[in-house]
């Protein structure tokens, strides 16, 4: 729970506190897929919140989890209430920086950037290291691209036993942001 | 006798089926349908969101229609968000990617999904604009 709100105090800093280049969105896609041979469940959320700090090389992410669209109700309902509790935790956070030395002002897409950080999910903080595409266009917007995996059991997410072959113990987790100068465009 | 036995043990199972067809084909909440839980100003749920925001909780999922002056638009690759007077976040639905302008004033109705906490957003899912 101090780490929960560790992250969530340092998240809110991130916005208020600094003056430099600060690069934002509320367009953030984050997707998630789980899939056996018996079914496969795909959520996604059109708007996720994340900030770049340029300078720093520090991200954040924020998704409410209320704001993933299934596309069955009812696994939406499930989702929610059975297995993120979504209503005692309402978001997942991502806060990470990376230290290549890449030059966030020249347009040039850079692959596998590795961002060390921590991820807060259904009241579990855990340490979480991602590869990620950066690109840099022209008009100083950047996109970050990314696809990770996460296991339900580190992050205390119970499948009841009638329903474990219906959903993966590894869920493929998607991120696609882009931060644009003008996001109004 | 047998053969009513059986006949009542497969409608049970035929309603039970079907229940359950239902229950996991069962439609998205149609917000445009919905009566509102709450009709209020973006100002009223900022507010109440600063000093009470306990309160806001008990309305997670419900439909409620918000009105207020469009203070940003932001438009991502798949989807259109719009700020209402610096604090309520609505995802609008793909249908209302109409003409929607800064400083314009509008009734929003959506389902309230929580508050993001890194912009310290209010925020709506399946939005449509009333006016």
Redo the contacts between chains.
Sequence with gaps: MKNLCAL?IT??LF?TGYSQEKL??????VTFLSETGLEKIYAEN??T???FLVEKKTI???A????F?FE???M?EHFNEKYVH??KY??A?FLGTFEEDIDLKKPETYKDVTIKGEMDFHGVTLPLVVKADITVIEDGSITFVSKFKLNLEDYKIDVPSLVRDKISKEVLVSV?T?YSNN??? | MKNKIFLLIGALFFSIATYCMYLYNKPHQEVLKIEPELYTTAHGLIEKNGKTPEMLLALLDEVIEVSGEITMVEKGDENIIVILDNGIKCELEKQQYGQITEGEKVKIKGIYSGVDELFNEISFKRCYLIN
């Excluded at chain 1, 934002?24 to 896609?29: A, L, Q, S, V």
């Excluded at chain 1, 409410?64 to 704001?67: A, E, F, N, R």
């Design positions: 969530s998240l809110a916005y934002k969105t509320r367009t953030g896609n059109d708007q919140a994340s900030l954040a992410f924020n409410l989890l209320k704001s669209k069955k109700a009812l939406e979504s209503d309402p978001a956070k696609a882009s996001p109004t465009k």
